[in-house]
């Protein structure tokens, strides 16, 4: 969306309206939210306006009076951009745009170009075309929108055909075109997962609001190399790593695409197939950034979307992290099933660690057994599939007699009934 010219910003105008039954502290955080959007877009806000109304204006959004005031401004302050916080009609972004001769947006066209900058894979990109062909296929009259960005050129006009019902022809089929491919790499991707469980491993996925510092977590746990940066979104393309607890059991750790408040439902549903990771975890690893004032209200628009996607019943632990930038009145909304830590604190990791074990001893079967000294496979199994509390040599029966949890649908579960004390 914003072409970076010799690392030129662009400069933005924001336009927020606060609704009647809407705080002010909740109407500035999401100002700043729109704001930190607008960074991560690489622009530069030079102007906010707002205005309280009960309800929206049905042709322009804002009111009359204030649509003239944003007109005086744009005169004056000359911005490349002007973003509404919210999700217009396509009515009022045509209206909006015939009053202005900046380039009206609003919150869901700026997530859109976001996600576009920054997928990576196939299936990212695909995923982010086909919500921005969704989000313009309303909103085609107007301006005479140019297509040549959003894929190949349009075909031959039929007789009599409009240029907008060809441009309409030709995202419906580029959209149909879309979702075919995305449905071969959906079929790929649930013959990976059911590989995986077929090897018995237990998953877990990272979730949680954008920037909350769940990349940076990812990789100091499972050593990997996912992209952390303080920008919004910042990880969109999912990774999944072996993450080694301390009592030796390898287990996968998958990192995902962050939420948001007001999360366009366009891509809600484009990123359902990249979402389905966390549909296949045996725990969710809910972080939640302890240092941000609206943390309480993150949380909140995390549960919803996991509602949304049916996977509430699935175990959790929360994180709250960057314990080194904590606000005097933070007060953990989960106080079971919580821990406090820094990203950058090697202990506080640790403890993460012995926190999933410990949630994952909740949803495991105890064992006791003794195995003889020539079934080392075995033994070599419990130490690294299983978490192994207790292993003692008996010199007189000259077997191990083995204390620990297991995976009930595992394999190896079964051959351990041959082995119970």
Same mark, same amino acid.
């Given at each position: 969306?914003?072409?970076?010219?010799?690392?030129?910003?662009?400069?933005?105008?924001?336009?927020?309206?606060?609704?009647?039954?809407?705080?002010?502290t909740?109407?500035?955080?999401?100002?700043?939210?729109?704001?930190?959007?607008?960074?991560?877009?690489n622009?530069?806000?030079?102007?906010?306006?707002?205005?309280?109304?009960?309800?929206?204006?049905n042709?322009?959004?804002?009111?009359?009076?204030k649509?003239?005031?944003l007109?005086?401004?744009?005169?004056?302050?000359?911005?490349?951009?002007?973003?509404?916080?919210?999700?217009?009609s396509?009515?009022q972004?045509?209206?909006?745009?015939?009053y202005?001769?900046?380039?009206?947006?609003?919150?869901?066209q700026?997530?859109?170009?976001i996600? &576009?900058?920054?997928?990576?894979?196939? %299936?990212?990109k #695909?995923?982010?075309? @086909?919500a921005?062909?969704?989000?313009l *296929?309303?909103?085609l009259?107007?301006?005479?929108?140019?297509?040549?960005?959003?894929?190949a050129?349009?075909?031959?006009?039929?007789?009599?055909?409009t240029?907008?019902e060809?441009?309409?022809?030709?995202?419906?089929?580029?959209i149909?075109e879309i979702?075919?491919q995305l449905d071969?790499?959906?079929?790929?991707?649930?013959?990976?997962?059911?590989?995986?469980?077929?090897?018995?491993?237990?998953?877990?996925?990272?979730?949680?609001?954008?920037?909350a510092?769940?990349?940076t977590?990812?990789?100091?746990? &499972?050593?990997?190399?996912?992209?952390? %940066?303080?920008l #919004?979104?910042?990880? @969109?393309?999912?990774?999944t790593?072996? *993450?080694i607890?301390?009592?030796?059991?390898?287990?996968?750790?998958?990192?995902?695409?962050g939420?948001?408040?007001d999360?366009?439902?366009?891509l809600?549903?484009?990123?359902?197939?990249?979402?389905e990771?966390?549909r296949e975890a045996?725990?969710?690893?809910h972080?939640?950034?302890?240092?941000n004032?609206?943390?309480?209200?993150?949380?909140q628009?995390?549960?919803?979307?996991?509602?949304?996607?049916?996977?509430?019943?699935?175990?959790?632990?929360?994180?709250?992290?960057?314990r080194?930038?904590?606000?005097?009145?933070?007060?953990?909304?989960?106080?079971?099933?919580?821990?406090?830590?820094?990203?950058?604190?090697?202990?506080? *990791?640790?403890?993460?660690?012995?926190?999933i074990e410990?949630?994952?001893?909740?949803?495991?079967?105890?064992?006791?057994?003794?195995?003889p000294?020539?079934?080392?496979?075995?033994?070599?199994?419990?130490?690294?599939?299983?978490?192994?509390?207790?292993l003692?040599?008996?010199?007189?029966?000259?077997?191990?007699e083995?204390?620990?949890?297991?995976i009930e649908?595992?394999?190896l579960?079964?051959?351990?009934?041959?082995?119970?004390l």
């Open positions: 969306m914003f072409e970076n010219h010799e690392n030129e910003l662009e400069k933005i105008i924001i336009v927020g309206l606060q609704l009647q039954g809407v705080e002010d909740r109407f500035k955080y999401s100002l700043d939210e729109l704001k930190s959007l607008t960074k991560t877009a622009g530069e806000v030079v102007m906010t306006v707002t205005q309280k109304r009960d309800k929206r204006h042709a322009t959004y804002i009111g009359k009076g649509l003239e005031e007109v005086a401004l744009e005169s004056e302050l000359d911005p490349d951009v002007i973003i509404i916080n919210d999700e217009l396509p009515s972004l045509r209206n909006l745009s015939s202005l001769k900046a380039r009206v947006i609003d919150r869901t700026l997530i859109l170009d996600f &576009a900058s920054r997928a990576n894979s196939k %299936e990212g #695909l995923q982010v075309e @086909l921005q062909l969704q989000y *296929l309303p909103r009259a107007g301006k005479g929108i140019q297509l040549s960005r959003l894929g050129g349009i075909g031959t006009r039929g007789p009599g055909e240029q907008l060809t441009d309409r022809r030709h995202i419906n089929r580029r149909d979702k075919k071969v790499i959906v079929q790929h991707r649930e013959r990976y997962r059911e590989r995986r469980k077929k090897n018995n491993a237990f998953q877990m996925a990272l979730v949680g609001y954008t920037n510092g769940k990349s977590l990812f990789n100091r746990l &499972a050593e990997a190399e996912s992209f952390e %940066e303080n #919004l979104f910042a990880t @969109l393309d999912p990774m790593r072996k *993450l607890l301390p009592c030796g059991l390898t287990t996968l750790l998958t990192d995902t695409v939420f948001i408040q999360l366009p439902t366009s809600v549903a484009a990123f359902r197939s990249t979402l990771e966390v045996d725990l969710i690893l972080v939640v950034d302890a240092s004032p609206d943390y309480f209200n993150h949380e628009t995390v549960y919803k979307l996991l509602k949304e996607l049916k996977v509430d019943s699935i175990p959790m632990l929360t994180i709250y992290n960057k080194d930038q904590v606000l005097p009145e933070f007060v953990p909304t989960t106080r079971e099933n919580s821990v406090l830590v820094s990203a950058h604190d090697s202990k506080d *990791l640790f403890n993460i660690k012995t926190h410990d949630k994952m001893v909740e949803e495991m079967s105890e064992y006791k057994v003794s195995i000294n020539t079934e080392g496979k075995i033994l070599a199994s419990l130490k690294q599939d299983t978490i192994l509390k207790e003692h040599y008996n010199e007189d029966t000259e077997m191990y083995c204390n620990g949890f297991i649908s595992h394999s579960s079964g051959q351990l009934r041959n082995f119970q």
